[in-house]
């Protein structure tokens, strides 16, 4: 007998593939036929955090990419009498089931593993190019994969269902195995103290005089750990934070050795870096001052980002680090994360306007009436702004225009490993009332 495929609703491109349970007819029949069934599973579970983050609309959306780049896979990863299901209505994942080979000889594990790894490759390739800006934090999507025998003792319900959860248990290994493979890669960036640092000028808007100099951390040249978003990303979800952040700060100060007298140098840390005990008080001065700086050069940088889970305890802690005579900034003002009274709780000498705020903020009325907001905000509480990611000219003439004494991005200058002076930047904006 030969599994004719038939015209099924949501069979065509464009429309949903319909639910594994209503084709077991059809999978029995490729079980009768050549006595066993493969099956590819497209996990697409890590695409639901789209909805917490961005609504209902982006996360449907991005699954119709992935439906889409799904069935483009018939003629190109897979045959096209392959049959693509989903596990249920409104589910998380892809089902491929294999047709009948065309060539001699049974379908066997290697061509399942094999068949695996290409979709897999294929669909985390053209998902990040086209679900770009939704994907930036996402893991990647599975594809596990898994062989039933046919048993005529068996109902094909039961069978079928066994083989789909046994797809399930090799996507669950495979992240077992590949988070197994993150941890140890990045504990060996640790170890081979792999890290490297480069600085950004910040700069006085209308004089272009440095401020100081934002550290920044990279990861080995070449590997996925090279961009800080990446690597902090890979080491939240290796349980490594606390280990990659201690690394960076200690990177950062033994690296500012060549700092210009008069600059400041700001430098990130988590949260958990104020319950370190050598970054505590004391311990925290001779730190620095092994280093050649002084504590009222050093600019402690909190992302407004940050989960903070004990507010007045951390408050506290910076709170003791200023009287040393270390300065406090909030970084990312403006991304929505913390209430103003919060950050202003954490006495702050800088704050660090978000560069979403920022960009194209010459054509924005509303960011440029937030900025004017946020500015009243830090005069009110005797803090001082800092705009990041300035890349224009246009930019750079409205923050001038708002009042806005300082800034950074690569118009004003690009990170590098040592300590550049501010990029020229034409006389109209410098000179904008």
Same mark, same amino acid.
């Given at each position: 007998?030969?599994?004719?495929?038939?015209?099924?609703?949501?069979?065509?491109?464009?429309?949903?593939?319909?639910?594994?349970?209503?084709?077991?007819?059809?999978?029995?029949?490729?079980?009768?036929?050549?006595?066993?069934?493969?099956?590819?599973?497209?996990?697409?579970?890590?695409?639901?955090?789209?909805?917490?983050?961005?609504?209902?609309?982006?996360?449907?959306?991005?699954?119709?990419?992935?439906?889409?780049?799904?069935?483009?896979?018939?003629?190109?990863?897979? &045959?096209? #009498?392959? %049959?693509?299901?989903?596990?249920?209505?409104? +589910?998380? @994942?892809?089902? =491929?089931?294999?047709? *009948?080979? $065309?060539?001699?000889?049974?379908?066997?594990?290697?061509?399942?593993?094999?068949?695996?790894?290409?979709?897999?490759?294929?669909?985390?390739?053209?998902?990040?190019?086209?679900?770009?800006?939704?994907?930036?934090?996402?893991?990647?999507?599975?594809?596990?994969?898994?062989?039933?025998?046919?048993?005529?003792?068996?109902?094909?319900?039961?069978?079928?269902?066994?083989?789909?959860?046994?797809?399930?248990?090799?996507?669950?290994?495979?992240?077992?195995?590949?988070?197994?493979?993150?941890?140890?890669?990045?504990?060996?960036?640790?170890?081979?103290?792999?890290?490297?640092?480069?600085?950004?000028?910040?700069?006085?808007?209308? &004089?272009? #005089?440095? %401020?100081?100099?934002?550290?920044?951390?990279? +990861?080995? @040249?070449?590997? =996925?750990?090279?961009? *800080?978003? $990446?690597?902090?990303?890979?080491?939240?979800?290796?349980?490594?934070?606390?280990?990659?952040?201690?690394?960076?700060?200690?990177?950062?100060?033994?690296?500012?050795?060549?700092?210009?007298?008069?600059?400041?140098?700001?430098?990130?840390?988590?949260?958990?870096?104020?319950?370190?005990?050598?970054?505590?008080?004391?311990?925290?001065?001779?730190?620095?001052?092994?280093?050649?700086?002084?504590?009222?050069?050093?600019?402690?940088?909190?992302?407004?980002?940050?989960?903070?889970?004990?507010?007045?305890?951390?408050?506290?802690?910076?709170?003791?680090?200023?009287?040393?005579?270390?300065?406090?900034?909030?970084?990312?003002?403006?991304?929505?994360?913390?209430?103003?009274?919060?950050?202003?709780?954490?006495?702050?000498?800088?704050?660090?306007?978000?560069?979403?705020?920022?960009?194209?903020?010459?054509?924005?009325?509303?960011?440029?009436?937030?900025?004017?907001?946020?500015?009243?905000?830090?005069?009110?509480?005797?803090?001082?702004?800092?705009?990041?990611?300035?890349?224009?000219?246009?930019?750079?003439?409205?923050?001038?225009?708002?009042?806005?004494?300082?800034?950074?991005?690569?118009?004003?200058?690009?990170?590098?490993?040592?300590?550049?002076?501010?990029?020229?930047?034409?006389?109209?904006?410098?000179?904008?009332?």
């Amino acid at each position: 007998m030969t599994l004719e495929p038939r015209a099924r609703e949501g069979e065509c491109s464009g429309d949903a593939p319909v639910p594994y349970r209503e084709r077991v007819e059809d999978l029995r029949l490729v079980l009768v036929q050549q006595g066993s069934l493969g099956l590819l599973l497209i996990d697409t579970s890590s695409l639901a955090q789209i909805e917490h983050h961005y609504g209902s609309s982006a996360f449907e959306k991005v699954m119709g990419m992935a439906r889409d780049l799904v069935l483009e896979l018939r003629g190109q990863e897979v &045959r096209s #009498e392959d %049959l693509i299901c989903v596990n249920e209505r409104g +589910g998380d @994942a892809f089902l =491929v089931f294999f047709s *009948p080979k $065309r060539r001699e000889g049974p379908l066997r594990i290697s061509d399942l593993r094999a068949a695996a790894g290409r979709v897999e490759d294929h669909l985390n390739r053209k998902l990040v190019r086209l679900a770009t800006p939704y994907l930036g934090t996402l893991r990647r999507v599975t594809v596990g994969f898994s062989l039933a025998f046919y048993n005529p003792l068996v109902m094909p319900e039961r069978l079928v269902s066994r083989l789909v959860e046994e797809a399930w248990s090799c996507v669950r290994v495979q992240r077992a195995q590949q988070d197994l493979q993150n941890r140890c890669n990045l504990q060996e960036v640790l170890l081979a103290d792999q890290l490297s640092t480069v600085f950004q000028p910040i700069v006085e808007l209308r &004089r272009r #005089e440095v %401020l100081g100099y934002e550290a920044l951390s990279r +990861g080995p @040249a070449g590997s =996925v750990y090279q961009m *800080p978003l $990446r690597l902090f990303e890979m080491a939240e979800e290796a349980d490594l934070v606390f280990e990659l952040d201690r690394k960076c700060r200690r990177r950062a100060l033994a690296s500012a050795a060549p700092l210009p007298s008069r600059a400041k140098l700001f430098i990130n840390v988590f949260p958990s870096a104020m319950y370190d005990p050598e970054f505590q008080g004391a311990a925290l001065v001779r730190l620095v001052e092994s280093q050649g700086l002084s504590p009222d050069r050093v600019v402690l940088e909190i992302t407004e980002k940050s989960a903070i889970e004990n507010y007045d305890l951390f408050a506290e802690a910076l709170a003791e680090l200023t009287r040393f005579g270390f300065s406090i900034a909030v970084d990312d003002v403006g991304a929505g994360y913390s209430g103003l009274e919060k950050i202003a709780h954490l006495n702050p000498r800088y704050l660090k306007f978000d560069r979403e705020l920022i960009r194209n903020i010459d054509s924005s009325y509303i960011r440029r009436e937030m900025t004017r907001a946020l500015k009243a905000f830090a005069d009110r509480i005797g803090s001082t702004i800092i705009a990041e990611g300035i890349e224009r000219e246009g930019e750079l003439r409205t923050l001038l225009d708002l009042g806005i004494e300082y800034g950074q991005g690569f118009l004003l200058g690009r990170p590098s490993a040592a300590f550049l002076p501010p990029a020229p930047v034409s006389s109209i904006a410098v000179t904008a009332r």
